[in-house]
């Protein structure tokens, strides 16, 4: 398949990882012990269920591509995180987090390699 | 004064071994997988069942970090992951590992901790 659309099969995964990290947090602010309360976590279950869907689009674009090619894509998460953090959960981001995301991303790609 | 902070130390100590059990988890469920044979009941080896276990007990130590912690200071910790992985092909598979991948790591490390530096107060 086209490499093209590999790679954006994999920023979509990582999009769709992010919301659903997104709403695991959220979930967490109604978080109990309860199982029946936890079956009821509305956004809990949503971002479990969302972190399945872009894993399996995840496992789909790497069995066509190599890891050593995808994993750098995926480290989009964490610029996805930030800017949701900001928008969303009124999260401030500063120069140590935006600098510490960036050589994260460096590393990614260097391990990967 | 430790709790203090918006993310406290302990959601990102949970979070680091979470980081260990995924990756750990994923390593014995990979081994699993390669024992599955052409029955059913071999699904149910004991690297598989104990790898999936390690998963989501480290899945369960990620959603009680993100309760306490700030995501976009959580999150980022989850690279740590690559580093697990790196030592796993390094000492259990004997794979190859170059000096840039060794760079990589150390710059993964710095960059977790510029994020707990970066992590806010209340």
Same mark, same amino acid.
């Given at each position: 398949? $086209?490499?093209?659309?590999?790679?954006?099969?994999?920023?979509?995964?990582?999009?769709?990882?992010?919301? %659903?990290?997104?709403?695991? #947090?959220? %979930?967490?602010?109604?978080?109990?012990?309860? @199982?029946?309360?936890?079956?009821?976590?509305?956004?809990?279950?949503?971002?479990?269920?969302? @972190?399945?869907?872009?894993?399996?689009?995840?496992?789909?674009?790497?069995?066509?591509? #190599?890891?050593?090619?995808?994993?750098?894509?995926?480290?989009?998460?964490?610029?996805?995180?930030?800017?949701?953090?900001? #928008?969303?959960?009124?999260? #401030?981001? $500063?120069?140590?987090?935006?600098?510490?995301?960036?050589?994260?991303?460096? %590393?990614? @790609?260097?391990?990967?390699? | 004064?430790?709790?203090? /902070?918006?993310?406290?130390?302990?959601?990102? *100590?949970?979070?680091?071994?979470?980081?260990?059990?995924?990756?750990?988890?994923?390593? &014995?469920?990979?081994?699993?997988?390669?024992?599955?044979? !052409?029955?059913? *009941?071999? =699904? &149910?080896? =004991?690297?598989?069942?104990?790898?999936?276990?390690?998963?989501? &007990?480290?899945?369960?130590? *990620?959603?009680?970090?993100?309760?306490?912690?700030?995501?976009?200071?959580?999150?980022?910790?989850?690279?740590?992951?690559?580093?697990?992985?790196?030592?796993?092909?390094? &000492?259990?598979? !004997?794979?190859?590992?170059? *000096?840039?991948?060794?760079? !990589?790591?150390?710059?993964?490390?710095?960059?977790?901790?510029?994020?707990? /530096?970066?992590?806010?107060?209340?």
């Amino acid at each position: 398949m $086209n490499e093209l659309i590999i790679v954006l099969i994999i920023i979509f995964a990582t999009f769709v990882s992010a919301i %659903g990290s997104l709403f695991l #947090k959220l %979930g967490t602010k109604t978080l109990s012990l309860n @199982f029946i309360k936890l079956l009821k976590n509305n956004k809990l279950i949503l971002g479990i269920f969302l @972190f399945g869907v872009s894993m399996l689009f995840y496992i789909w674009g790497v069995s066509m591509a #190599k890891l050593s090619f995808i994993y750098p894509i995926t480290s989009l998460t964490y610029i996805w995180i930030s800017l949701l953090s900001i #928008k969303y959960l009124n999260e #401030k981001m $500063n120069v140590y987090k935006w600098f510490g995301i960036a050589i994260i991303i460096v %590393g990614v @790609f260097l391990i990967t390699v | 004064m430790i709790m203090n /902070r918006k993310t406290p130390f302990f959601a990102i *100590l949970l979070v680091v071994i979470c980081t260990f059990l995924t990756s750990s988890g994923q390593y &014995f469920m990979k081994m699993g997988t390669d024992r599955i044979s !052409g029955t059913f *009941l071999s =699904i &149910f080896n =004991i690297p598989l069942i104990s790898g999936l276990l390690l998963y989501v &007990f480290g899945a369960v130590l *990620l959603i009680i970090a993100l309760k306490h912690g700030e995501l976009s200071v959580v999150y980022p910790f989850i690279s740590l992951s690559f580093i697990w992985v790196l030592f796993l092909s390094v &000492f259990l598979l !004997g794979e190859t590992v170059l *000096l840039i991948n060794w760079l !990589g790591m150390i710059l993964i490390v710095m960059g977790v901790v510029f994020i707990g /530096r970066g992590a806010p107060n209340e």
